[in-house]
C-alpha cells in the first residue's frame, strides 16, 4: 500500500474503533447494563447476547483504535451492524428518524468491510504473538 492508502486505513480504524467503543460506553453508563439487557430482551433476544455486545463493542472498539487483530476483528463486528439495522429496520431508512432508521449501521457495516480489506494501515499496533497467530489475516 501507498503510504496514502496506510494513512486512510488508519483513519477509517481509528474512527471506526471510537465510535464503536462511544456506543459500548453508551450501553454502559448511559442506558446501563441491565437496561442494555433488558431492551435485547424486549426484542426477543437472549440477555448474553447484549453482554457480548458490550464486550464487542468496548473490546473491539479498544482493538481497533490500537490496530489489534483488525482484519478478523472487524468481520466479527460486522454481524452486530447488521443486527442494529434489524432493530432499527422498522424505523425507516434515514438514522435521523424517531428510533433511528438502519442506514447507519448499515454504513458502518460496509465500512467493516473496507477496514477488513484494507487492513490495519499505519499507526497500529504490532503485537508478534497475534501476528504469529493470525499471519496474514492480521
Known amino acids: ?45 437472549p440477555a448474553s447476547l447484549a453482554y457480548l455486545t458490550i464486550i464487542a463493542e468496548v473490546g473491539g472498539g479498544l482493538a481497533l483504535i490500537l490496530g489489534v487483530a483488525v ?12 443486527g442494529a439495522a434489524w432493530v432499527h429496520a422498522g424505523n425507516g431508512w434515514l438514522f435521523a428518524a424517531e428510533g433511528g432508521g438502519w442506514e447507519y449501521p448499515v454504513f458502518w457495516a460496509a465500512v467493516q468491510a473496507a ?20 499471519g496474514k489475516y492480521a
Open 1 to 45: 500500500m501507498t503510504p496514502q492508502t496506510d494513512h486512510a486505513a488508519a483513519i477509517l480504524r481509528i474512527t471506526s474503533g471510537l465510535a464503536f467503543l462511544a456506543h459500548g460506553l453508551l450501553k454502559i453508563n448511559v442506558f446501563t447494563i441491565a437496561g442494555t439487557v433488558g431492551f435485547f430482551e424486549s426484542l426477543g433476544l
Open 71 to 82: 482484519r478478523p476483528l472487524s468481520i466479527a463486528l460486522i454481524p452486530i451492524l447488521l
Open 115 to 134: 477496514i477488513a480489506l484494507l487492513g490495519a494501515g499505519s499507526f497500529a499496533l504490532r503485537i508478534a504473538a497475534v501476528d504469529k497467530l493470525l
